[in-house]
């Protein structure tokens, strides 16, 4: 897969509840919680 570099900022609190999705989901990486959390939100 190709990949794109963008800088994002986050509101502290959402990285604070990525942070707990990816350690409930056991993700190893921060990028793929939000990878997942996207694409959860786009399937919808």
């Known amino acids: 897969m190709e990949r794109v ?3 994002i ?5 959402l990285v604070k509840e990525i942070e707990t999705y990816q350690k409930e ?3 190893s990486s ?3 919680a939000v990878y997942e959390l996207i694409r959860k939100g786009l399937s919808k």
């Open 30 to 32: 921060f990028a793929g």
């Open 25 to 27: 989901h056991y993700i």
């Open 9 to 13: 900022k986050f509101p502290v609190d």
């Open 5 to 7: 570099a963008k800088l």
